[in-house]
């Protein structure tokens, strides 16, 4: 009976030895995970130029060219907003390039988002809002999606134009055409467009 007592003893304290000897490795081996961070852009209609901002409020206030500074750095609840999208956008009757060709030129005309892709359902994750003063048309730079936007689009926010996205590159293969706020493009079209055109 004492025998076995001591081996188990024995056994108990070569598991706590082992245990401590283990526990560190397994403790160095889990990493905190870090929260990614949204990347909210700004493509230019315009000039084809790009920048990238961690806030979303500083993107629009870069796609307005300082005209709107006040946005909510939420991308969510500035969807929703309808005041601030037609501050964004203007009225919709303003929308086109008709609109440009009135008394003062395309260099003179005041920038507007034509619209916002954002990765995520409901206006969430990384954000691309397009400007420019050329109104709705089918820009060419658009006819193939980069910079992880190939595949990636789950919702969409229109402004001065309606969002077609397609398929395909070149504008080719199955289309679907949004406006206003849409806080999902559809199993058939999330995360599956490769070009995208804006559309009165």
């Known amino acids: ?5 001591a081996l188990a003893t024995l056994g108990l304290g070569t598991l706590a030895t082992m245990a401590a000897v283990v526990s560190p490795a397994v403790a160095q081996d889990t990493k ?4 990614t961070t949204a990347q909210h852009c700004v493509i230019d209609t315009d000039t084809n130029s790009k920048s990238c901002f961690s806030s979303y409020r500083a993107a629009i206030s870069a796609a307005t060219k300082g005209r709107v500074t006040d946005a909510p750095d939420d991308s969510r ?5 309808k005041k601030l999208q037609e501050r964004l956008s203007g009225p919709r009757s303003e929308h086109g390039a008709k609109s440009v ?12 988002v034509l619209a916002t892709i954002y990765s995520d359902k409901d206006f969430g994750g990384n954000s691309l809002n ?5 109104g709705c048309q089918r820009y060419s730079w658009f006819a193939n999606l980069y910079d992880g936007w190939n595949d990636s689009i789950s919702s969409t926010s229109s402004g001065q134009c309606d969002i077609t996205l397609f398929q395909h590159s070149n504008f080719l293969g199955f289309s679907q055409t949004y406006r206003g706020a849409v806080p999902y493009v559809g199993d058939a079209m999330n995360d599956q467009a490769s070009s995208i055109s804006f559309d009165r």
């Open 32 to 35: 905190p995970t870090r929260a």
């Open 130 to 134: 397009l400007t420019g003063t050329q």
């Open 77 to 81: 609840a500035a969807a929703h907003d």
């Open 101 to 112: 060709q009135n008394a003062r030129s395309a260099a003179a005309a005041e920038s507007r």
């Open 1 to 5: 009976m004492k025998t076995a007592r």
